[in-house]
């Protein structure tokens, strides 16, 4: 997959999944939603972006070595989150259950879209 194209889907992506908290905040359920929840979300969407753009930089000047960069990536990512929620929850009062909801909601799916991302760059070297 080329870089441009995965800039492209993941502005895509990111925009699709910002719509169920923006439709719960204005429409209905603001309970659901933290007050912060759109820095939570910009942290992630950020770091996201960051770990898929290094990650196909890579494969194209290391072709050899994408595995041990998602690999990499993945790690730094997830220190990256762990810190950033110890930041922000002393720093934070919160309920802890939507905060919760809330964080796994952005990580997973963001995690979700990198190994989207990495299946369909292997399948598309696996088919050349």
Known sequence: M????????????????AIPPYYLKNYGHAELIMPDFWLIF????????????????VRQMYPNMFSEAFMGATVFKILSCLIFVLVFLVKNKVNKYVF?????????LNTAFEVYILLRTLRHKILR
Not at 4 to 11: K, S, V
Not at 100 to 108: A, T
């Open 2 to 17: 080329k870089i441009y194209q995965a800039l492209l889907f993941f502005l895509w992506f990111t925009f699709i999944i």
């Open 42 to 57: 910009s942290f992630l969407a950020g770091l996201t972006l960051l770990v898929v753009t290094s990650i196909l930089v």
């Open 100 to 108: 919760i909801g809330d964080f796994f909601y952005v990580y997973f």
